[in-house]
C-alpha cells in the first residue's frame, strides 16, 4: 500500500450537488448506493463508506450524504499533489519570510544578552 492515498467522491447527493437530491425512497437509495459500490474497485471496497455530514452554504446548513473510497495515489498524482504542496510553502515563505527573519533577529538579540 502506498503512503500517497487519496479520497474519491462517487456520489455526493444533496442540494444544489452533482449527483443531484438523496434518493427518498428506500429502494431507490439501496439502488443508488449498490450502483455507486459497484464502481469501486473489488480489492478497494473494504475502503469504501458513506459520509453524512451536512454541507454549508450561504450560512444555511444542508442534507449531504457522500458515498468515498480510498485508493493509492497514481505517480501523476503524486507528483502534481507535491508540486501544489512546493508551490503553498514556497508562498508561505514569500508571504511571511520578512516576519520570521525579522522575529529570529529579535529573538537572537533578546537571548544574546543572557
Request: with cysteine; glycine share 4%; aromatic share 6%.
Amino acid at each position: 500500500m502506498s503512503e500517497y492515498r487519496k479520497e474519491v467522491t462517487l456520489r455526493h447527493w444533496g442540494t444544489c450537488t452533482e449527483s443531484g437530491n438523496i434518493p427518498m425512497g428506500l429502494s431507490d437509495f439501496i439502488e443508488a448506493l449498490t450502483e455507486a459500490e459497484n464502481e469501486v474497485e473489488h480489492q478497494l471496497r473494504d475502503s469504501a463508506h458513506i459520509d453524512a455530514e451536512p454541507d454549508y452554504e450561504h450560512g444555511e446548513h444542508y442534507a449531504a450524504v457522500r458515498v468515498i473510497y480510498t485508493r493509492d495515489m497514481t505517480p501523476d498524482e503524486i507528483r502534481d499533489d507535491k508540486a501544489q504542496e512546493i508551490a503553498r510553502l514556497e508562498d508561505n515563505i514569500a508571504r511571511y519570510g520578512d516576519d520570521v527573519n525579522r522575529s529570529l533577529a529579535e529573538l537572537s538579540a533578546l537571548t544574546a544578552d543572557d
